[in-house]
């Protein structure tokens, strides 16, 4: 099964790593693919070019077999859409190669304002992982449609191509980009929120206003 996490990363921090680790492992899947989005449909301009992030997304999972980074969005240009991103994967595998894509319950309420979001589920697995404080809605659409196609266990996924819709609510860090990209722009050191090599990438670029000489 082929299983992808998008998202800005802006910066990529431990609690993206984690996350992916975690499903990784639910899943029972040797990697996951990392996809950084080019330009968000659905939030303000990031803190840092689509270049820069695709760098330091790459410092993070350097010695992580279990990690890659698929930068196909960035080379595709424009808004960045999952349904696009489905499409290309599923010409690429073919189709009954299981292909899943991960997403968070903060993300996923607002899943039927995604364009074409009806399509996504008949090109792959939808995973939704629970975020505190970010539940879904039974009465909406989200919720409707997690209840009608919710997978029982993971090893649903691996039977078909697409389809199922399965909750998993792993153990998450509570670390977030906008919290870090505010803490180097006080000054103050971020480390240990997100990978050295990252941190040192940050400092030497000069990106969300670090200074190469700012705390450690």
Known sequence: MH???GGTFDP???GHLRLAIEVRDRL????ISLVPCHIPPHRDETGATPDQRLELLRLAVAGEPGLQVDDRELRRQGASFTADTLRQLRDELGPDE??????????F?????WRDWQRIPELAHVVVVRRPGAPVSASGVP???LAERRASEPDRLHSRPAGCLLELEPPLLDISATAIRERIADGRSPRYLLPDSVWAEIR?????GACPDGNF
Do not use: E, N
């Open 143 to 145: 919720g409707k449609l």
């Open 12 to 14: 990529v921090h431990h």
């Open 204 to 208: 030497r670029q000069r990106l969300y």
């Open 28 to 31: 029972g899947v040797d990697t």
């Open 98 to 107: 299981p292909l899943a894509m991960v997403v968070g319950t903060d993300s």
């Open 3 to 5: 299983v992808i996490y």
């Open 109 to 113: 309420a607002g899943f039927d304002r």
